[in-house]
C-alpha cells in the first residue's frame, strides 16, 4: 500500500473512532441532577442520608420496618431521585435508591438482593421504578414475590416476561397525562401483566420527567402542573399504598 494511501486510511478510521465515541457518549450522557436534587443529599433533624455500595440511602432516627427500593429511569442520574424519595423517608420509611451501571437499570436487575440481605431488620419491601427503572423494579418483583410485597411503577409498565398477574403483590402505576415518552398503548396492553386491583392513577398536566429533578427530557410533553404538584400526588399515592399494606 503506497504511504499516502495507507496515511488517507489512517485519517478515515480516526474519524471514524472519533464520530463512534462521540456517538456513543452522547446516547449514554444520563441527565444531570437540578440543584434541587442535589441540595436534598444531606442529613438533618428528621432525615439521615448515606452513600455506599452504590447506594443512597435515607432514613430516619426511627427503625423502619418498611423499605423502599428505587430504580432509576434509564439515562437519568439517580440523584436526581433524591427529592422525592427524601420525602418518603420523612414518613419513617427506609428509602433505597439504587446507582445502576451506565445509568440503565436493565443492566442490574437484581440489584435489590444485595440491599434486601444488608437490611434483616426490615419486614416489608416495597419495589419501585421510573420508565426503564420501573420495568425493572417489576422483574425482580416477578422472581421474589415472596420477598416483596408491593411495586410502584411510574410512568412504567413490566415486561411480557414478568407477568404479574397472579401475585398478591399491591401495585401502584402512576403516569401523567401529557407524558408523551411513555408508549401508553404499551401500558394499556400490560394491564393483564398485573394483578386485577392494581391502581392506576393518571395525573392530570403531568408529564414524564417531573418524576424526577433532571428538567425537560426529548420528546416529553410539556407538562402543565408544577413539578412539585406532581410529586406530592405521587409521594402521597405511594404513601396510601404502603397503608393498604400494612
Do not use: C
Request: aromatic share 8%; no cysteine; charged share 20%.
Amino acid at each position: 500500500m503506497r504511504r499516502g494511501n495507507a496515511y488517507l486510511l489512517l485519517v478515515v478510521l480516526g474519524a471514524a473512532v472519533t464520530v463512534l465515541t462521540v456517538g456513543v457518549a452522547y446516547f449514554l450522557f444520563p441527565y444531570p441532577p437540578m440543584v434541587e436534587a442535589l441540595q436534598a443529599l444531606n442529613s438533618s433533624n428528621t432525615v439521615l442520608y448515606s452513600f455506599k455500595d452504590r447506594t443512597h440511602t435515607f432514613s430516619t432516627r426511627e427503625e423502619s420496618k418498611v423499605g423502599v427500593i428505587f430504580y432509576p429511569g434509564g439515562l437519568v442520574d439517580p440523584i436526581a431521585y433524591a427529592p422525592l424519595l427524601r420525602e418518603l423517608a420523612m414518613k419513617n420509611l427506609s428509602v433505597f435508591l439504587v446507582d445502576m451501571p451506565l445509568d440503565l437499570a436493565v443492566l442490574s436487575p437484581n440489584s435489590a438482593a444485595a440491599i434486601i440481605e444488608r437490611n434483616p431488620e426490615i419486614r416489608v419491601w416495597i419495589m419501585a421504578g421510573h420508565s426503564l427503572g420501573g420495568s425493572m423494579a417489576a422483574r425482580f418483583a416477578s422472581k421474589n414475590q415472596g420477598i416483596v410485597s408491593g411495586l410502584v411503577l411510574l410512568a412504567a409498565y413490566p415486561a411480557s416476561m414478568d407477568s404479574l398477574s397472579e401475585s398478591d403483590l399491591h401495585v401502584l402505576s402512576v403516569y401523567g397525562s401529557d407524558d408523551t415518552v411513555l408508549d401508553k398503548e404499551a401500558l394499556e396492553k400490560a394491564r393483564s401483566l398485573l394483578p386485577e386491583d392494581t391502581k392506576y392513577i393518571v395525573i392530570e398536566g403531568g408529564n414524564h420527567a417531573q418524576f424526577g429533578y433532571y428538567g425537560p427530557q426529548k420528546g416529553d410533553g410539556k407538562a402543565s402542573i408544577s413539578l412539585l404538584e406532581q410529586q406530592k400526588i405521587t409521594v402521597d399515592e405511594i404513601l396510601a399504598l404502603i397503608e393498604q399494606i400494612m
